[in-house]
């Protein structure tokens, strides 16, 4: 059953890995809050500047909603439209930020998180990638990491209680761990460590970061959570042991997620493929974000068999939203990953190079960089590379 499932799912990858000249790849585009509606138009603005001879697939938009300032509007964070639109008319999408409320609000639920439940995207992917990472110990390391979050479950499940005791009120937060989403984001892990292992051998050795044999640390806390934490360790070691590409192509290893935070500012270079729970993974992604620089430097994808969306790995940032100074590479460098995904190659690659190129000036940097640039300034940057 398990065999089985895998081919259906490097089939479907397959699938979508190919882009036949001509085509047109419908992409959603959901704003949302804060600085959503600053960096998601600054990705279509470099996608529509792909030169032809990269991008032979043309491109059509399709403007969504979703978002916490839409609930507040319309009582409702993500329409039944959007979903249908995505579902009958969309390739993939982009998402920008949303403003989720830190206390509860009647009615409400996160538009991101319902995404992708209602597109079974169980898996989001984030590279975290640097050719002079700053560590804690001052040293700087090259790293190239690739993230895994499973993506549909864990604490993210919010189902939430609250009640009076005898003590006063005490919360009670429920936690859901399955055999299918573990093995679901275990099969993509150690699918990705093999694909990545395939492309860095394109390269001559001494060019690649990661010169080692694809591992994948597997992070949980089944030392303390041993029920729920304990079926993902062993159903993410019995993808790894059942299927013999993975056992004799790629090396795991376990690491505690306490642990696993304080090594990876330490030596984030020991790292290839990290593959975790959604709210670990979380948590060590936005972390990791600060060994690059910023988070307005990491992109993300949801991904499922059939279906990715990107999405830049920083929030909403209300404090800068309108001031057209929020860094747009996350959400460039996300919507470079759609095209990947979706088989546009030589275009992903060509987004990829022009922003290592605008980073490797210094020139036109955000402030979040240290720098002065607008977003307009760094789009127009990108653009004008490409």
């Known amino acids: 059953m398990h065999s089985t499932l895998r081919a259906a799912r490097v089939a479907a990858s397959r699938a979508m890995s190919t ?15 804060g600085i959503g509606r ?45 979903l249908a639109a995505l579902k009958s008319d969309c390739d993939g999408a982009l998402f920008g930020a949303v403003s989720s409320p830190s206390h509860k609000v009647a009615g409400y639920s996160s538009p991101i998180v319902g995404l992708r439940k209602q597109m079974d995207l169980y898996a989001n992917v984030r ?10 110990s001052g040293e700087k390391r090259a790293i190239d990491m690739l993230i ?5 479950e864990c604490l993210y499940i919010k189902e939430e209680e609250q009640h009076d005791g005898p003590d006063g009120r005490y919360a009670v937060a429920k936690r859901r761990i399955s055999e299918h989403a573990s093995r679901r984001a275990g099969e993509m892990a150690f699918a990705m460590a093999l694909q990545r292992d395939s492309m860095r051998r394109l390269a ?94 990491v992109p993300s994808a949801n991904v499922g068999d059939s279906f990715v969306v990107g999405e830049p790995v920083h929030g909403s940032a209300p404090d800068i939203a309108g001031k057209n100074i929020a860094n747009p590479i996350a959400a460039i460098r996300s919507a470079a990953m759609l095209l990947e995904r979706s088989g546009c190659d030589a275009a992903a690659l060509a987004i990829y190079r022009a922003v290592d190129r605008v980073l490797a000036d210094g020139r036109i940097r955000t402030p979040d960089l240290g720098g002065t640039a607008t977003t307009t300034e760094v789009t127009d940057a990108v653009c004008k590379q490409l």
């Open 204 to 297: 001559p050795e001494a060019e690649r970061v990661w010169k080692g044999r694809p591992k994948v640390t597997v992070v949980h806390k089944s030392n303390v959570l041993s029920v729920t934490d304990g079926l993902w360790r062993e159903t993410v070691r019995g993808v790894h042991a059942g299927s013999a590409e993975y056992s004799s192509g790629v090396d795991i290893e376990e690491q505690l997620v306490d642990s696993m935070v304080y090594r990876l500012f330490r030596e984030p270079q020991a790292f290839d493929v990290v593959v975790a729970p959604n709210m670990y993974g979380d948590i060590i992604s936005d972390g990791a974000a600060a060994l690059v620089g910023s988070l307005g430097l």
């Open 148 to 152: 895994i979050r499973e993506n549909t």
């Open 38 to 82: 600053e960096v998601i138009p600054a990705a279509r603005q470099v996608l529509e500047a792909l030169p032809g001879a990269v991008m032979a697939t043309r491109l059509r938009f399709v403007d969504l909603d979703a978002g916490f300032e839409y609930f507040q509007k319309h009582g409702v964070a993500l329409p039944e439209e959007t």
């Open 19 to 33: 882009a036949p000249a001509g085509r047109t790849l419908t992409i959603g585009l959901i704003p949302a809050d």
């Open 127 to 136: 590279p975290v990638v640097s050719g002079a990472a700053a560590t804690a």
